[in-house]
């Protein structure tokens, strides 16, 4: 097995949660000091499964009787914030770049912070991002979007034309191809945040990729891919086969219930549920129609996985069935024995999950977990397990089944046909050790 440790971090309730950067112990206490470390002690004999709240004992707890200032004063007004912000105790929780990954101008990947975000939405300041060449905000008065080539009727759509058809609203999951991609080298980055963190899930809002194509009269028999083209300075091309691109893509003005951010692709982006992200071109502005796969530079010279032959396999864009265990995970602490809650996300590009195990000794042994609603195809699903700690040695994993039989496989066995010299791709069980002192850490158990 091969491992990293987690690092010191901040109490949060019964366990102590990852930094996710690199500040010093001194900073860190700086930023989160006070944080509801009262759980600690008014909730330890609930945690530990007594079913009750221990009673104050000597001199009680400060924190509930006596009376904090903001209980006596007047609090701020409304407005104070022209658009909402987190608490100052939560601002550590936010996305962060990994040191060393591609660069332009600017740093090129972000990390969704996973172990600190619940249910299954994204907030939009959290998504994740992946730049080929920087983020840019444009006027959307002057954005256009074309759809040409194999059509009757060329068309060039305004903001304005598009948001006055007929929209739809759907919750999906986005991951970048290369999510987890450090784990294929045997590198065992500290946190869930580096190892899964380019997986983001939001509810978009946009118009149907059919209804546009309906429009232009696209070509039903000899119209098999379509081009999607970025307005970016790397004008991002991907070839989308027709058959997904009419059945649940869409372009997209509007994420979480407001229009979407530069950084996300505003003012309009694709959709391509269950596809790698790469796929999801942002600021979207031409869709070609054609007769075969394009070809383009970023579909035969990069997101390509190498194979153990040494040949490359191209147009590997479906997103399989993969899930991760977002708490307890790497760099957490768990602060003392008893009853932990075992939760974390499942997906699938195929459709729904089925079902996720869980086990707490490395694969050995299996028990179902309890997902979570809503459960939609094509969207994170959130699982939750109750595990009562004895206090040793433990190896957390899950395992994740879609709707069509899909089982997430072993690392090994991944390897087994891909390779090692992978990049893209990898839906392999997460493993993480829980030590004696309640220390997780990132290892893989082959």
Known sequence: MAENPGMPVRP?????????????PAQIAEVTAGRRGFLRGAFAAALAGTGGVAAAQGTG????????????????????HGYGQPSQYERNLQRRESPGLTRVSAASV??????????????????????????WDIDPSKHRLMINGLVKNPLVFTMDDLMRLPSVSRMHFIECGANTGMEWGNVAVPTVQYTHGMLSCCEFTGVALST???????????GKYILVEGADGSSMTRTVAMERALDDCMVAYAMNGEMLR???GYPLRMVAPGIQGVSWVKWLRRIEVGDMPYGTKDETLHYVDLMPDGLHRQYTSIQECKSVITSPSGGQTLLDKGFHNITGLAWSGRGKIRRVDVSTDGGRNWRTAKLESPILSKCLTRFNFGWVWDGGPAILQSRAID?????QPKINQLRAVRGTRSIYHNNAIQSWRVAEGGEVSNVQVY
């Open 12 to 24: 949060s309730g019964r366990l102590l949660r990852a930094p996710e950067h690199f500040l010093s």
């Open 61 to 80: 707890d400060a924190n509930i009787l006596e009376l904090p200032a903001h209980t006596k004063g007047l609090g701020q007004p409304v407005a104070t």
């Open 110 to 135: 972000s990390f969704a912070p996973l172990q600190g975000m619940f249910g299954i939405i994204t907030p939009n300041g959290l998504h994740f991002e992946r730049h080929h060449q920087g983020w």
């Open 212 to 222: 546009l194509l309906d429009m232009a009269g696209y070509d039903k028999k000899a």
């Open 262 to 264: 530069p950084e996300n």
């Open 403 to 407: 709707d069509t039989g899909y089982v």
